[in-house]
């Protein structure tokens, strides 16, 4: 069973960066359509980045180029490197993934929180 964990969350001011990485996937890792998900207090959960088996990445339009989502082959985790950071990134942010292979799955990690303040 796949349980995914999430690191790299704290509290940093405007303009700063965060790396979050994602463990857990193990074999599947290379096999797997993953994605970056985040929810601020009181909205829903959103999409913030993904990356599909074949390696093809796409980002939320409030990105705006400041996220790179990535696989580390050597460690097996998916990454998020978060330049830029704004007070609206504010938000836990979760891992999933969405597909093995052909199955669609739908595994999320517990979240971690990121906070942008002064």
């Known amino acids: 069973q796949v349980q995914l964990v999430e690191s790299g969350g704290g509290l940093v001011q405007p303009g700063g960066s965060l790396r979050l990485s994602c463990a857990g996937a193990g074999s599947i890792f290379r096999v797997s359509t993953m994605a970056w998900y985040r929810q601020a207090p009181g909205k829903q959960r959103e999409l913030v980045a993904g990356i599909s088996q074949a390696g093809i990445t796409n980002y939320a339009d409030f990105v705006e180029g400041r996220f790179t989502i990535a696989r580390d082959s050597a460690k097996k985790t998916l990454n998020l490197q978060m330049n830029s950071l704004k007070p609206e990134d504010t938000a836990v942010y979760y891992c999933?993934?969405?597909?093995?292979?052909?199955?669609?799955?739908?595994?999320w990690g517990p979240g971690t929180q990121v906070t942008v303040s002064s």
């Open positions: 999933n993934i969405g597909q093995i292979q052909y199955t669609k799955v739908d595994v």
